[in-house]
């Protein structure tokens, strides 16, 4: 399967953004298809000829080939690699610029929300309160991105420490009952009592609970369940979150940890959404040395699970 990509040309150019004869696929068929032409040649001219420099010029001429192609393909993957690293440095520093006017946005609409709220009427309350959950959504987004771009430079940084998941999980979903019964949905949960504490980045794995609740809840349609389980195994503590929603189609279910996959069913249902958040959750849950994985069928629902190692004290 992986070699049949590999020479679909037209995908691999689209998703290069560059044209057919340009890829890596056509330079190494080209590569290939010449070789066999000129050892052919060669075969017959010495047959032919019978003469030793005749046979060695052919040969030289396969190497000088062989040469220019394979320089093509290497100087077309160190162009690739060198691009890839700039767009990753371009996104860490954009992101991280934007933080700090967003922080201020952020804050002044506090302000005004809070302290200077008297001075405003019910509708600029109303606007006021817009902009502040828009901003919100905008750190949000800026935040993932900026996380994306650590990924990719090897560059995330991880605060471990000890914390207790299961208060955090329930800390989580009582946040959220406000928003599942407004629009009907059943949420139920099953946290086992005394659970020992885990070891990881408590930041982080609130953002892979907001993330992985946050998906069954924005999935399910109104009227729907989910429920949130929390208990031990072994060594590790296992964190499960299943949903009656969309579900993801079969033919799909290899893709959903990609950088910005979105499923065909999932951006019909619920157009709000970057395809950031798994790719972030499964990176941060593996580089704390724990496992992320999924059970889905569409139009039935999914299971969202991960594990982390437990406190070692
Ligand atoms: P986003 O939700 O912002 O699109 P994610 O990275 O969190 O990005 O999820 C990637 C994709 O995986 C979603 O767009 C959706 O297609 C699919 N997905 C994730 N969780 C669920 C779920 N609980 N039910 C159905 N599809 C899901």
Redesign the pocket.
Same mark, same amino acid.
């Given at each position: 399967m992986i070699i049949i990509n590999d020479f679909n040309l037209r995908k691999q150019a689209d998703e290069l953004g560059i044209k057919v004869w340009q890829t890596p696929g056509f330079l190494f068929i080209v590569m290939g298809f010449v070789s066999v032409v000129i050892m052919t040649a060669t075969y017959f001219i010495s047959a032919y000829y019978d003469n030793p420099q005749v046979l060695v010029i052919s040969e030289c001429l396969v190497v000088v080939v062989v040469l220019i192609v394979g320089t093509s393909i290497s100087r077309f993957v160190g162009q690739m690699a060198n691009l890839n690293r700039m767009k990753s440095e371009f996104v860490a520093v954009a992101s991280h610029q934007l933080r700090t006017p967003l922080s201020a946005i952020r804050w002044e609409t506090e302000l005004l929300l809070t302290k200077l709220k008297k001075g405003m009427n019910k509708k600029q309350v109303e606007k006021m309160k817009n902009i502040s959950q828009l901003s919100l959504k905008m750190t949000r987004l800026v935040n993932d991105l900026l996380d994306v771009a650590r990924i990719d430079q090897d560059k995330l940084i991880l605060r471990k420490q000890d914390f207790d998941l299961a208060k955090l999980t329930q800390d989580m979903l009582d946040e959220s009952v406000v928003a599942y019964e407004s629009r009907h949905i059943t949420v139920s949960s099953n946290i086992e009592k005394d659970l020992p504490e885990v070891c990881g980045d408590v930041e982080k794995i609130k953002l892979v609970l907001d993330?992985l609740i946050g998906?069954?809840f924005? *999935?399910t349609t109104s009227g729907g369940r989910i429920h949130v389980g929390l208990a031990r195994r072994n060594k590790d503590m296992i964190f499960e979150v299943d949903?009656n929603?969309?579900?993801?189609p079969e033919e799909q279910v290899g893709r959903?940890f990609e950088k910005f996959?979105?499923?065909d069913n999932?951006?019909k249902y619920q157009t709000e959404?970057?395809?950031?958040?798994? *790719?972030i959750s499964k990176n941060v849950v593996e580089q704390l040395g724990g496992r992320i994985w999924f059970q889905?069928i569409e139009n039935v629902g999914?299971k969202?699970s991960f594990s982390l190692p437990i406190a070692k004290k």
């Open positions: 993330n998906n069954a924005k *999935y949903d929603g969309v579900g993801i959903v996959f979105r499923s999932a951006s959404g970057t395809g950031l958040g798994l *790719y889905s999914s969202f």
